[in-house]
């Protein structure tokens, strides 16, 4: 059935993560409803908002990870492109940062 798509261990780790982040946002929201707020971003905000914006955003650092490794790896001289876990951790860190300060 996901024979069409490579699901290695980062593959996975980033769904499962969103699917846990959903999960844990729905009791969240269920326990404590939502406000209205403002942060840097240039529009008032729910949780559920930021959370989409977030895994917009980190959906995209991955997709330019994957399509710069090639080149990163050329820049900085390496043997091999660098690992995805680099991209999974970054693309995770402005998650939360979207989350707390969006």
Partial sequence: MFEWM?????????FGCIVLMIAGMTIWEI??????????????TTRGD???IG?????YVNLAFVGLSGWIAQWLS????????FSFVA????????????
């Fill in 6 to 14: 490579a699901w290695t261990l980062p593959v996975a780790v980033f």
């Fill in 31 to 44: 326990k404590s409803p939502t406000v209205m707020r403002r942060g840097f971003l240039p529009l008032d």
């Fill in 50 to 52: 930021r959370l989409f």
């Fill in 55 to 59: 895994l917009l955003a980190a959906a």
């Fill in 78 to 85: 390496l043997d091999s492109d660098p690992s995805i876990w």
């Fill in 91 to 102: 693309s995770m860190a402005l998650l939360v940062v979207i989350m707390r300060k969006g």
